[in-house]
């Protein structure tokens, strides 16, 4: 299955592009795209920072399973207001 | 009314949005670009949102406060882009029968956007530019029943 990834504020920085497609054997879980994510961003990981996760636009847990054709965005701390 | 966008916020449309002849009070909530932050000299805010879900989540931060105080009408419109000091980042306007409604609602709006909406303000001061929030890690939004990691 093929899940989109967005990337906002500094991660979106870090990672150097907005989106990313990856290919997800099923039942992945959130968790699992953050480390594949990881090894393909290098530079993505933030010492220190506490992500939230959202899929399909609403907060998720980091034990939520994805499905084929996902939007997902690590959110990093958010600083609005 | 519950957006984000590119363009400068005006009060005004927010008042009119929230104008019922039902209420008796309205208060309003205008957040503004200061020109210091932690001693560094601020020379604007620029400002990012993951646009779908924020507008999304305003919405729900609407309903909470709807069930939390008697309000009539909410409006909550977030500026996105660069922001230069003095000008306004976030306006919040709230309708109530009576001010106690109107006042808790619209400070719990405000305090609600900076710990839950995906909005980020990059700082850009003199000699630099910092993500906010990034060393201090994040609160949770607590509302969502499954518990957010």
């Known amino acids: ?81 | 009314m519950f957006r984000v966008t590119d363009k400068p916020l005006v009060l005004q449309e927010l008042i009119e949005f929230v104008t019922d002849p039902e209420a008796g009070a309205i208060t309003t909530f205008i957040g503004t670009t200061r020109n210091n932050n932690d001693g560094r000299k601020v020379i604007a805010l620029d400002y990012e949102a993951y646009a779908e879900m924020a507008e999304k989540e305003l919405v729900r931060l609407g309903e909470e406060a709807k069930k939390k105080w008697p309000i009539c009408r909410m409006a909550i419109v977030h500026r996105l882009g660069p922001v230069q000091i003095t000008e306004p980042s976030v306006i919040i306007a709230v309708s109530a029968a009576h001010r106690e409604a109107a006042f808790a609602a619209c400070r719990f709006a405000i305090e609600e956007i900076k710990r839950t909406i995906p909005i980020w303000k990059k700082e850009v001061y003199e000699g630099g530019e910092i993500w906010i929030g990034t060393q201090t890690g994040q609160p949770l939004p607590g509302r969502d029943p499954r518990g957010v990691a």
């Open chain 1, 1 to 81: 299955m093929k899940v989109k990834v967005k990337f906002f504020a500094i991660l979106r920085e870090r990672a150097g592009v907005a989106e990313s497609t990856k290919d997800l054997r099923d039942g992945s879980t959130v968790a699992e795209l953050w480390g594949i994510i990881q090894r393909d961003f290098p530079k993505l990981a933030v010492p220190g920072i506490r992500l939230l996760y959202a899929v399909n636009q609403e907060y998720v847990t980091t034990d939520h399973v994805l499905k084929d054709s996902d939007e997902v965005v690590f959110i990093p701390p958010v600083s609005g207001g």
